[in-house]
């Protein structure tokens, strides 16, 4: 590839006994991109972010990150990237600065960059109050973003997440997106693991990821124009019902609950009124039917009923 | 749907660690059948809530009733009418399929002459009717999830508590745990949900959310987002996370936040608020590419809802 400060996956695989949790994996991931790995627990998201950190070694096929090959040269990998394990080894029994203080001597940050590297870390973490604490005392997300911060308190090219935002509660993930985003925007090149669909979206394309394989990859937009058929928003009285008139229906594709609202997947935005009509018929008259784009479950969901 | 006695009822009800108020004079109820959300960011007070609800901590002071039963007097009675599942649960997984909903069985002391017919109603519901003799840890997770929810409503709980229950799930595997869901509140179930993902916020029929132990917010998700009353603009500029620096401390500028490649402020006016935006962003040297109003996300609720209750609890 050419462009050496992305990421260039080949073949990858990984097995653990007869189990391939990773399988022929192709893709590549541009400088400055910020790539999301989509997919539910077990697609093989963790598996493959560590062979990518070069702690874990591949049964086949290759990765190279900024032009260092995981396979050759391990050691090199991890000293041009970031890793963000969702079990990422923070010291319990140390403050939150000394935690940083840590990280930067084990990756030799020069003393006089340390101060306004910690200083730009903590105007997005909004750690800054709790530097005195154990790090033992943080909750759940505080815990998260002092992850993140050591994991970056050196320049690295290229930053690997793994599920940075699971069990963190949305407001501390606002913090973290941040923190990501100021890395973007610095040039550096993201890689961020999620099993929740509505994250795909923030990402600017996204690997969606099920069983070891490549679903689908593209970007959000993209992969939502790609769904056969369109999304009708149907809003009503009684969704529930609605849903069990409409599940079984020919016409209808898929017909799921979205809160009090009904998504019901159709071929094309001609079978609106079929739909309404039934509605109709069944004395469960809609207030407003609009098609809408496919969400990233309808495209997930599509892409595994083809995969299968 | 309804009935005279909610099946969940708390008033008033309140938790006190030494001086600390976890949980203040909180009140709502559930009706029977409903699909209850419970929302608030860590350390709100939603866990101590439950507890007290499950009938596992006393309340300081208040009241409240499970299934018809005191909280505080009837707590055998409450353990024995309620469920419980999380996406911990943890269900053995070097016993089969069967062996896990017999040890259920065992410990919600089902009488023996129901135990065949529960097991097969469980086997049926998760999806592994003739496969009782699996080793529970080779089954996929979305097995797995129907599966030890079968085992925590094996005793037919009137109350159901969930914790995050489809967290990491496929998207397929979890729209069919809801509409396992949907058919036990028709067959008069009441399920209390706690999450922190929208996701699964969106299956509620109700919305309750917490923040430094009050109850800030009660009502339909399309209620609580019609309720925001702030404009929510979506702004294209240059540098995403410079332009959150240079709005956060903005007059009129309540929040900003990334939100992808976008910035998302939510502001108190918005036509006083553009023309400041514009110049904050001028004199910071960066690049407005567009700016436009966009409805808010479920989540934007939730975070406007906290902001406006004092903002989260820190730590």
């Given at each position: 590839?050419?462009?050496?400060?992305?990421?260039?996956?080949?073949?990858?695989?990984?097995?653990?006994?007869?189990?391939?949790?990773?399988?022929?994996?192709?893709?590549?991931?541009?400088?400055?991109?910020?790539?999301?790995?989509?997919?539910?627990?077990?697609?093989?998201?963790?598996?493959?972010?560590?062979?990518?950190?070069?702690?874990?070694?591949?049964?086949?096929?290759?990765?190279?990150?900024?032009?260092?090959?995981?396979?050759?040269?391990?050691?090199?990998?991890?000293?041009?990237?970031?890793?963000?394990?969702?079990?990422?080894?923070?010291?319990?029994?140390?403050?939150?600065?000394?935690?940083?203080?840590?990280?930067?001597?084990?990756?030799?940050?020069?003393?006089?960059?340390?101060?306004?590297?910690?200083?730009?870390?903590?105007?997005?973490?909004?750690?800054?109050?709790?530097?005195?604490?154990?790090?033992?005392?943080?909750?759940?997300?505080?815990?998260?973003?002092?992850?993140?911060?050591?994991?970056?308190?050196?320049?690295?090219?290229?930053?690997?997440?793994?599920?940075?935002?699971?069990?963190?509660?949305?407001?501390?993930?606002?913090?973290?997106?941040?923190?990501?985003?100021?890395?973007?925007?610095?040039?550096?090149?993201?890689?961020?693991?999620?099993?929740?669909?509505?994250?795909?979206?923030?990402?600017?394309?996204?690997?969606?990821?099920?069983?070891?394989?490549?679903?689908?990859?593209?970007?959000?937009?993209?992969?939502?124009?790609?769904?056969?058929?369109?999304?009708?928003?149907?809003?009503?009285?009684?969704?529930?019902?609605?849903?069990?008139?409409?599940?079984?229906?020919?016409?209808?594709?898929?017909?799921?609950?979205?809160?009090?609202?009904?998504?019901?997947?159709?071929?094309?935005?001609?079978?609106?009124?079929?739909?309404?009509?039934?509605?109709?018929?069944?004395?469960?008259?809609?207030?407003?039917?609009?098609?809408m784009p496919a969400t990233m479950?309808?495209?997930?969901?599509?892409?595994?009923?083809?995969?299968? | 749907?309804?009935?005279?006695?909610?099946?969940?009822?708390?008033?008033?009800?309140?938790?006190?660690?030494?001086?600390?108020?976890?949980?203040?004079?909180?009140?709502?109820?559930?009706?029977?059948?409903?699909?209850?959300?419970?929302?608030?960011?860590?350390?709100?007070?939603?866990?101590?809530?439950?507890?007290?609800?499950?009938?596992?901590?006393?309340?300081?002071?208040?009241?409240?009733?499970?299934?018809?039963?005191?909280?505080?007097?009837?707590?055998?009675?409450?353990?024995?009418?309620?469920?419980?599942?999380?996406?911990?649960?943890?269900?053995?997984?070097?016993?089969?399929?069967?062996?896990?909903?017999?040890?259920?069985?065992?410990?919600?002391?089902?009488?023996?002459?129901?135990?065949?017919?529960?097991?097969?109603?469980?086997?049926?519901?998760?999806?592994?009717?003739?496969?009782?003799?699996?080793?529970?840890?080779?089954?996929?997770?979305?097995?797995?999830?129907?599966?030890a929810l079968g085992c925590a409503?094996?005793?037919?709980?009137?109350?159901?508590?969930?914790?995050?229950?489809?967290?990491?799930?496929?998207?397929?595997?979890?729209?069919?745990?809801?509409?396992?869901?949907?058919?036990?509140?028709?067959?008069?179930?009441?399920?209390?949900?706690?999450?922190?993902?929208?996701?699964?916020?969106?299956?509620?029929?109700?919305?309750?959310?917490?923040?430094?132990?009050?109850?800030?917010?009660?009502?339909?998700?399309?209620?609580?987002?019609?309720?925001?009353?702030?404009?929510?603009?979506?702004?294209?500029?240059?540098?995403?996370?410079?332009?959150?620096?240079?709005?956060?401390?903005l007059p009129g500028v309540l929040?900003?936040?990334?939100?992808?490649?976008?910035?998302?402020?939510?502001?108190?006016?918005?036509?006083?608020?553009?023309?400041?935006?514009?110049?904050?962003?001028?004199?910071?040297?960066?690049?407005?590419?567009?700016?436009?109003?966009?409805?808010?996300?479920?989540?934007?609720?939730?975070?406007?809802?906290?902001?406006?209750?004092?903002?989260?609890?820190?730590?």
């Amino acid at each position: 590839m050419n462009d050496v400060s992305g990421i260039c996956v080949r073949e990858l695989t990984r097995r653990f006994g007869d189990t391939v949790a990773v399988d022929a994996l192709s893709f590549d991931v541009h400088r400055g991109e910020l790539f999301g790995i989509v997919g539910p627990d077990g697609a093989g998201k963790t598996t493959t972010l560590r062979m990518l950190a070069g702690v874990l070694r591949p049964s086949a096929g290759d990765a190279s990150l900024a032009g260092v090959s995981v396979v050759a040269n391990p050691e090199g990998v991890k000293q041009t990237i970031a890793y963000m394990s969702q079990r990422f080894g923070l010291y319990a029994d140390l403050t939150v600065m000394e935690n940083l203080d840590f990280y930067a001597d084990l990756y030799r940050v020069p003393k006089a960059e340390r101060a306004a590297r910690v200083e730009r870390l903590f105007e997005f973490s909004n750690l800054g109050p709790f530097k005195d604490r154990l790090a033992g005392k943080l909750s759940g997300g505080m815990k998260q973003k002092l992850g993140l911060s050591c994991a970056l308190v050196h320049q690295p090219q290229i930053l690997l997440l793994d599920e940075p935002t699971f069990g963190v509660d949305p407001i501390s993930r606002r913090d973290l997106w941040l923190i990501v985003h100021d890395m973007v925007a610095q040039g550096v090149t993201v890689v961020v693991s999620t099993a929740y669909m509505d994250e795909a979206e923030r990402f600017d394309r996204v690997a969606l990821l099920y069983h070891g394989r490549l679903l689908a990859l593209d970007t959000p937009t993209a992969l939502s124009k790609a769904l056969h058929g369109v999304v009708l928003v149907v809003e009503l009285a009684d969704a529930r019902a609605a849903q069990r008139l409409l599940r079984d229906h020919p016409r209808v594709i898929r017909a799921v609950l979205f809160g009090d609202q009904l998504h019901v997947v159709v071929a094309s935005a001609h079978e609106a009124p079929t739909i309404e009509a039934e509605l109709r018929a069944a004395n469960l008259p809609p207030h407003r039917i609009k098609a809408m784009p496919a969400t990233m479950e309808d495209v997930f969901i599509e892409r595994m009923s083809e995969a299968a | 749907m309804t009935q005279a006695v909610p099946a969940v009822v708390a008033e008033s009800l309140t938790r006190v660690f030494g001086d600390f108020v976890a949980v203040d004079r909180v009140s709502f109820e559930v009706a029977t059948g409903e699909i209850f959300g419970f929302l608030g960011p860590n350390g709100a007070g939603k866990t101590t809530t439950i507890k007290m609800l499950a009938g596992l901590l006393l309340p300081s002071s208040g009241r409240g009733s499970v299934a018809g039963f005191d909280i505080a007097t009837q707590s055998d009675e409450i353990k024995r009418n309620i469920g419980y599942m999380s996406q911990l649960f943890s269900l053995y997984g070097d016993l089969t399929v069967a062996e896990n909903i017999a040890f259920f069985s065992g410990m919600y002391s089902l009488p023996r002459l129901r135990r065949a017919e529960r097991r097969d109603w469980a086997l049926e519901v998760a999806g592994l009717a003739g496969q009782a003799d699996r080793i529970t840890r080779d089954l996929p997770l979305g097995f797995k999830q129907r599966l030890a929810l079968g085992c925590a409503v094996l005793h037919e709980p009137s109350v159901l508590f969930l914790d995050e229950p489809t967290s990491g799930v496929d998207p397929l595997s979890r729209r069919r745990f809801w509409e396992l869901i949907d058919t036990l509140t028709e067959a008069g179930t009441t399920v209390f949900v706690s999450t922190h993902y929208m996701e699964e916020a969106e299956y509620c029929d109700r919305l309750a959310l917490m923040n430094r132990g009050k109850l800030i917010a009660l009502d339909t998700p399309a209620r609580l987002r019609a309720n925001v009353r702030e404009p929510l603009l979506e702004l294209q500029t240059n540098d995403g996370p410079k332009t959150v620096e240079a709005l956060r401390d903005l007059p009129g500028v309540l929040e900003a936040a990334m939100f992808g490649r976008a910035v998302h402020v939510a502001v108190t006016d918005r036509t006083r608020a553009e023309r400041s935006i514009r110049s904050r962003l001028t004199e910071r040297g960066l690049l407005l590419q567009s700016l436009q109003e966009v409805a808010p996300s479920l989540e934007d609720t939730f975070v406007a809802e906290v902001r406006a209750a004092g903002g989260a609890p820190v730590d």
